[in-house]
């Protein structure tokens, strides 16, 4: 009996590393439901040995895949893995219209949060055999970066200041406890970090201070399910902007806990501001964009809407 999903592919890109070797022990489970929710698919696994190859796997996948014809389902780009995984899958598909599954199997899984897709591996591979897709926000990014492109999108959040400096620094452990390896980094540049020069244009309105830190989000959460940007919303169109503004070591330390809850947003020395477009730019500023490495500012964040098809509950 046919289906839908016949002569459908579904690639499968994966990082058999991502959390502590998490997403090699459950890919064939992942394989097994997939195939048994969808026999009519045809599944292409890609294990992969370096985020060079994954992108590359991604990329090609979507270059190949083909739209929906009458009564058959689109080809998609599945991708399995931490947050750096999620952020390839969104770059090869944003801006196309080839639907991205997100398998999330890595310590933060951040943008599957803040998207709404299952924290659960096996949770969010249901959300993908139900076969339901909508179009989501995406945050374009364009300078020098360090990639050596002009341009590329991120999903969740953007920093540049202290949460910049931390996320660094837990990209540099050889191990990780999860969101308590987001905390450990933290309390270590804590020690000798100062506010930050900024010059940013808010929808063309200029802002010149020192902060703390200043993220940019399109979903909400960064390091391990922190929500720097509680009021985020990936259909808004907009972008959210969180300041700290200059405040002594000990109550930087105080709030870390609240960014979890988002509750830290109450205090005073915090702003919370929306817009279309931001630059951001500044003294001894360097950018990190989903977990990945974005480089030196000035960058300019755009709101994309709607740029990205997506596998939703």
């Given amino acids: 009996m046919s289906s839908e999903y016949d002569q459908t592919t579904f690639s499968l890109v994966v990082n058999p590393r991502a959390g502590r070797g998490k997403a090699k022990a459950l890919l064939p489970t992942v394989t097994a439901a997939l195939l048994k929710a969808l026999p009519g698919v045809s599944l292409k696994v890609y294990q992969t040995s370096s ?7 991604c990329a090609a996948a979507v270059e190949a895949a083909r739209p929906g014809a009458a009564g058959r389902h689109p080809d998609s780009l599945l991708v399995m893995g931490g947050d750096g995984m999620m952020h390839l899958g969104l770059n090869a598909c944003g801006g196309t219209d080839v639907p991205l599954g997100l398998v999330p199997a890595g310590s933060g899984d951040d943008f599957c949060r803040g998207v709404g897709v299952h924290a659960q591996t096996l949770g969010a ?3 993908i055999t139900k076969g339901n897709t909508g179009h989501i926000d995406l945050m374009e ?4 970066l360090a990639d050596g492109t002009r341009r590329r999108f991120a999903g ?4 540049s200041g202290f949460d ?3 996320n660094a620094r837990v990209n540099k452990m050889r191990w990780t406890i999860g969101s308590l390896s987001y905390t450990y980094a933290a309390l270590a540049e804590l020690s000798a970090f100062e506010p930050l020069a900024y010059r940013l244009l808010i929808d063309s309105q200029p802002l010149v201070q020192t902060a703390m830190f200043v993220c940019v989000g399109n979903a909400g959460y960064f390091g391990g399910g922190m929500r720097g940007c509680p009021f985020a919303d990936v259909r808004d169109g907009m972008l959210d902007v969180t300041i700290i503004n200059p405040v002594s070591r000990m109550t930087l330390l105080r709030l870390l806990p609240a ?15 929306r ?5 951001v730019d500044g003294d001894e500023l360097y950018a990190y964009a989903d977990g990945e490495d974005v480089g030196a ?3 300019r964040l755009r709101a994309a809407p709607r740029a990205l098809r997506v596998y939703l509950p």
């Fill in 51 to 57: 985020f060079a190859e994954a992108g590359a796997y």
């Fill in 125 to 127: 591979v249901g959300v």
């Fill in 141 to 144: 990014m364009t300078g020098n």
């Fill in 156 to 159: 969740s959040i953007f920093s």
């Fill in 164 to 166: 910049a400096r931390v």
């Fill in 259 to 273: 960014m979890f809850s988002g509750a830290f947003v109450n205090d005073p020395a915090v702003r919370c501001l």
């Fill in 275 to 279: 817009a279309k477009e931001v630059v």
């Fill in 297 to 299: 500012v000035p960058i």
